[in-house]
């Protein structure tokens, strides 16, 4: 099994900040990427950062100039530095760990965290 652990959110008013956190455990055997999801109410989820193992990153253009991206690979840990925060930035942020759990899986998978609540007042 795989778990992400995801931590950070909260609520915050329009041009703060916050720092998620996300810890993967378990039986891993090897990761392509990390990275973040959201979905709002009523909405699709959605792509917000992605990172992969060599440290290349990809955002959603909603959040270019004002989101980071970073990965700690000894600690199988990624987090989201998110500056300038906006109203439409409210969502249930997930955690998104493509990998696999051992070596004889010819196939990445996808794990998902639980979500950690960001709430962006005007």
């Known amino acids: 099994q795989v778990q992400l652990v995801e931590s950070g959110g909260g609520l915050v008013q329009a041009g703060g900040s916050l720092r998620l956190s996300c810890v993967a455990s378990?039986?891993?055997?090897?990761?392509?990427?990390m990275g973040w999801y959201r979905q709002a109410p009523g909405k699709q989820r959605e792509l917000v950062a992605i990172?992969?193992?060599?440290?290349?990153?990809n955002y959603a253009n909603s959040v270019k100039g004002r989101f980071t991206i970073s990965r700690d690979n000894a600690k199988n840990t990624v987090y989201l530095q998110m500056n300038s925060l906006k109203p439409e930035d409210t969502a249930v942020y997930y955690c998104?760990?493509?990998?696999?759990?051992?070596?004889?899986?010819?196939?990445?998978?996808?794990?998902w965290g639980q979500g950690t609540q960001v709430t962006v007042s005007s």
């Open positions: 998104n760990l493509n990998g696999r759990r051992n070596g004889f899986e010819v196939r990445n998978r996808d794990y």
């Open positions: 378990g039986t891993i055997f090897s990761i392509n990427t």
């Open positions: 990172i992969t193992s060599g440290g290349s990153t």
